[in-house]
């Protein structure tokens, strides 16, 4: 289901994007962790002040999650290491059409610093999660779901997770910036989404352009609320995740911005029809209203925040694209 978007409001989100990865990625030396919370915070700061159309409207809000859980499974090809992080970033869209949830998706990335493309991932435990997705179980995590077992299955399981290729000068390239793009060849790019095919990783494409697809719908893979009852599949392992926004804060959250201690960002607590159909807002409760307009996210406890960690932990973005009329194809 694609949100019908003029060439203008195209453009200004673009602009909007490549606003906040200039910020977010300054200093790519930073670590992976701290990179995608960056991102996390600077993202919801560009997107949230563009104006679309009168019937329709993006907002945008991300969540910092510590820890996120590592799984294991019996038949990595490498003996170490034992377990790997499932994911460093999930992006989920919530497409709203005359106040109602039309389609839910998501996307989730592993982060990775890169040199050059073509390029394989030198974690070959956690490529041979990604490219074959077998059978796993989440370990070393202090919640619910340790020792539970999932199972993520087609079709379609490349289009629900990839690799994001951090190259070593992330700002300065890039084919698809908003005045450039016809101009620059696709060597240029310095962030790429790519598919995690085995032995090398492929289907290399402009994060900027994927970006604004996802938020179209023209990408990520689709998802709905689980059973109860349910314990695997691609809509159980999204639940998990944001199940985890509840219970979870992150160090890097701190060193992201200059309020210590939030761990959410952007419109999160929203009100109206808006806030009962956004998914995370489901997940995060008791909102509180900062002085510039965005709504944090306090965490549920304080001395969950470890800066001793091993710099694990998956962030969560939101997208809520909302129209009226007669907006989707």
Request: proline share 7%; with cysteine.
């Amino acid at each position: 289901m694609l949100w019908r978007l003029t060439k203008g409001e195209r453009l200004d989100i673009l602009f909007a994007i490549h606003h906040a990865i200039a910020k977010g990625l300054a200093d790519p030396t930073k670590s992976e962790p701290q990179l995608i919370a960056n991102i996390v915070k600077e993202l919801p700061d560009a997107l949230n002040k563009i104006s679309l159309g009168s019937r329709k409207s993006l907002a945008t809000g991300g969540v910092f999650i510590h820890a996120s859980p590592f799984v294991t499974c019996e038949n990595f090809p490498e003996p170490s290491p034992k377990s790997v992080e499932i994911g460093d970033l999930l992006l989920v869209r919530t497409a709203i059409h005359n106040n109602k949830v039309q389609e839910r998706r998501a996307l989730l990335l592993q982060a990775k610093k890169v040199s050059k493309i073509p390029t394989s991932p030198d974690n070959v435990n956690q490529h041979h999660l990604y490219a074959n997705w077998p059978s796993f179980k989440y370990v070393r995590t202090r919640t619910k779901l340790k020792g539970e077992s999932r199972h993520i299955k087609g079709p379609n399981l490349y289009s629900g997770a990839k690799y994001f290729l951090i190259g070593n000068d992330p700002v300065a390239g890039c084919c698809h910036h908003p005045i450039l793009h016809l101009l620059c060849p696709h060597d240029d790019c310095q962030l790429w989404l790519a598919e995690p095919s085995h032995p090398k990783l492929s289907a290399y494409r402009c994060f900027y352009q994927e970006m604004l697809d996802f938020i179209i719908g023209n990408t990520g893979r689709p998802y709905e609320k689980p059973s109860p009852k349910s314990t695997g599949g691609w809509d159980r392992v999204i639940e998990d995740f944001l199940e985890q926004t509840s219970v979870k804060i992150s160090a890097y959250t701190r060193r992201a911005k200059t309020i210590k201690g939030v761990r959410g960002h952007g419109v999160l607590g929203l009100t109206g029809v808006l806030a009962d159909m956004g998914t995370l807002v489901e997940y995060l409760p008791n909102a509180i209203t900062s002085d510039d307009g965005n709504n944090y996210i306090p965490p549920n406890k304080v001395d969950d925040l470890d800066d001793n960690d091993d710099g694990g932990g998956i962030s969560i973005i939101e997208f809520v694209a909302n129209s009226e009329g007669e907006e989707y194809d």
